[in-house]
């Protein structure tokens, strides 16, 4: 399994971003992509996530309203679209993948559930 972030970049306060999430080497349809971002000198933070079978999914209180995760079967991506970005969105942005289920809220936001990453994208917002 492989994945490859793509679409960070430098935006305004209030601006937009897409990131993308190249999956590769998939072997099954259940599993469940999260998304990460990490500040250097800080615990990595989930995000958000979906469940590639059923398309459930879920955020983190700081970014609801703002970002959507959402996939295209076909195309085997992920996509994390970020809106009205704020300059505390600032981060490197981290994909990844898991097999195992919780039936638990906080279970897919939790990075120790994860065991395969892409490399990131750094995501920087200006005030």
């Known amino acids: 399994v492989q994945l490859v972030e793509s679409g960070g970049g430098l935006v305004q306060s209030g601006g937009s971003l897409r990131l993308s999430c190249s999956l590769s080497?998939?072997?099954?349809?259940?599993?469940?992509i999260g998304w990460f971002r990490q500040v250097p000198g800080k615990e990595r933070e989930g995000v958000s996530w979906i469940s590639w079978g059923d398309g459930s999914s879920d955020y983190a209180d700081s970014v609801k309203g703002r970002f959507t995760i959402s996939k295209d079967n076909a195309k085997k991506m992920v996509y994390l679209q970020m809106n009205n970005l704020k300059p505390e969105d600032t981060a490197g942005y981290y994909c990844?993948?898991?097999?195992?289920?919780?039936?638990?809220?906080?279970?897919?936001?939790?990075?120790?559930?994860?065991?395969?990453w892409g490399q990131g994208t750094q995501v920087t917002v200006s005030s």
């Open positions: 990844a993948y898991t097999t195992y289920w919780y039936d638990s809220i906080d279970f897919f936001f939790s990075q120790a559930q994860y065991y395969v």
């Open positions: 080497g998939i072997p099954f349809d259940d599993f469940t």
